[in-house]
């Protein structure tokens, strides 16, 4: 059940925005989980660029601010995903699970397309999460983002 908990915490990040045209754009990050709602659900905010030095100087198409409410349902054995970035108007509802070692979020985006995200090679002081979408039905999978992700502190 308690699949996310073990991110509780702040966590810095190097990101990685994959174009199509092959290109590749990398900022840094920030990352804050904890426990809401009585501790029934876990909610994190991650912030891009991080806050800091440069960050005035990052154009507003460039900035990402995004928060998940992730809550268990024992119904489906599964945790309900809400994603919201107020700053793109981006808005996401996944089912996630474990899979294995890996945890991984199945959904659509707004053009209905299925998405994929994925916590990978986790530790206590590390993670990569990775952000994909796939126009197929899931046959193939397009890389969007990944978020090498290092525990504050560590």
């Given at each position: 059940?308690?699949?996310?908990g073990?991110?509780?915490g702040s966590?810095?990040?190097?990101?990685?925005?994959?174009?199509?045209?092959?290109?590749?754009r990398?900022?840094?990050?920030e990352w804050h989980?904890?426990?809401?709602?009585?501790?029934?659900?876990?909610q994190?905010?991650w912030?891009?660029?991080?806050?800091?030095?440069?960050r005035?100087?990052?154009?507003?198409?460039?900035?990402f601010?995004?928060?998940?409410?992730?809550?268990?349902d024992?119904r489906?054995d599964?945790?309900h995903?809400?994603?919201?970035?107020?700053?793109?108007?981006?808005?996401?509802t996944?089912?996630?699970?474990?899979?294995?070692?890996?945890?991984v979020?199945l959904?659509?985006?707004?053009a209905?397309?299925?998405?994929?995200?994925?916590?990978?090679?986790?530790?206590?002081?590390y993670?990569?999460w990775?952000?994909e979408?796939?126009?197929?039905?899931?046959?193939?999978?397009?890389?969007?983002?990944?978020?090498?992700?290092?525990?504050?502190?560590?």
């Amino acid at each position: 059940m308690d699949i996310y908990g073990r991110f509780v915490g702040s966590w810095d990040l190097v990101v990685t925005r994959y174009f199509e045209d092959g290109t590749t754009r990398q900022r840094d990050g920030e990352w804050h989980f904890g426990w809401v709602l009585e501790g029934r659900a876990i909610q994190d905010v991650w912030i891009v660029p991080g806050r800091g030095a440069g960050r005035d100087a990052t154009p507003a198409a460039e900035l990402f601010y995004g928060t998940t409410l992730r809550t268990y349902d024992p119904r489906i054995d599964a945790w309900h995903i809400q994603y919201t970035d107020p700053a793109s108007q981006t808005y996401s509802t996944m089912i996630g699970r474990a899979d294995g070692p890996d945890i991984v979020q199945l959904g659509r985006n707004e053009a209905g397309d299925a998405i994929r995200w994925s916590f990978r090679d986790r530790s206590d002081d590390y993670f990569l999460w990775r952000g994909e979408a796939s126009s197929d039905g899931g046959k193939t999978w397009r890389k969007l983002v990944e978020f090498t992700a290092r525990r504050r502190g560590a």
